[in-house]
T-cell receptor
Framework: EPEVTQTPSHQVTQMGQEVILRCVPISNHLYFYWYRQILGQKVEFLVSFYNNEISEKSEIFDDQFSVERPDGSNFTLKIRSTKLEDSAMYFC?????????????FGPGTRLTVT | GQNIDQPTEMTATEGAIVQINCTYQTSGFNGLFWYQQHAGEAPTFLSYNVLDGLEEKGRFSSFLSRSKGYSYLLLKELQMKDSASYLCAVNSGGYQKVTFGTGTKLQVIP
């Protein structure tokens, strides 16, 4: 069964550094998402991406964040100048066609630790 | 703004039935998700309700009342592996944005 993959599984970085989190969505999916979940807290929407552009973003997704689909398979989240409060699990998700059922397939997540 | 409420914790017995409620207040409601999340893992899709009524999928059923801003997830024949957090999430406004509740941590006991 196809699945969403994410790399790395765990990333440790120093405050102020830039990180890139990588995701490979399911190949025939059209919509892609990034969520984050701070330990012990709820899942929070960051951004959705369709047709090579951002379709929606939350208040969390400020200028520190950017997303890119550099080729036909990868979907990346870049966090510039990381802060301690960016430490969280970051989930990528994809869906074939949102309006027809809405099932979002989540990747296993990348645990980001900012020290 | 949006507000999603669900109980923080519940405990139920193996083999029993449990109902997890979710109430929401939102503008531009499109649909409601239920996800299961085991500790340290990613959410797993359970259901997506757009219209009022009950949808059954094996041991799991989900109900939606749009007029009441209310949904529930019903789990039958509980198994120990059902111990997890159950997340209610609302799709509203633009179709691409999903807002999650804080989740209900269900513990199944023998």
């Amino acid at each position: 069964e196809p699945e969403v993959t994410q790399t790395p599984s765990h990333q440790v970085t120093q405050m102020g550094q830039e990180v890139i989190l990588r995701c490979v969505p399911i190949s025939n999916h059209l919509y892609f998402y990034w969520y984050r979940q701070i330990l012990g807290q709820k899942v929070e929407f960051l951004v959705s991406f369709y047709n090579n552009e951002i379709s929606e973003k939350s208040e969390i997704f400020d200028d520190q964040f950017s997303v890119e689909r550099p080729d036909g398979s990868n979907f990346t989240l870049k966090i510039r100048s990381t802060k301690l409060e960016d430490s969280a699990m970051y989930f990528c998700a994809s869906t074939p066609a949102f309006r027809t059922g809405g099932e979002q397939y989540f990747g296993p997540g990348t645990r980001l630790t900012v020290t | 703004g949006q507000n999603i409420d669900q109980p923080t914790e519940m405990t139920a017995t193996e083999g029993a039935i449990v109902q997890i409620n979710c109430t929401y207040q939102t503008s531009g409601f499109n649909g409601l998700f239920w996800y299961q999340q085991h500790a340290g893992e990613a959410p797993t899709f359970l259901s997506y309700n757009v219209l009022d009524g009950l949808e059954e999928k094996g041991r799991f059923s989900s109900f939606l009342s749009r007029s009441k801003g209310y949904s529930y997830l019903l789990l039958k024949e509980l198994q120990m592996k059902d111990s997890a957090s159950y997340l209610c999430a609302v799709n509203s406004g633009g179709y691409q944005k999903v807002t999650f509740g804080t989740g209900t941590k269900l513990q199944v006991i023998p």
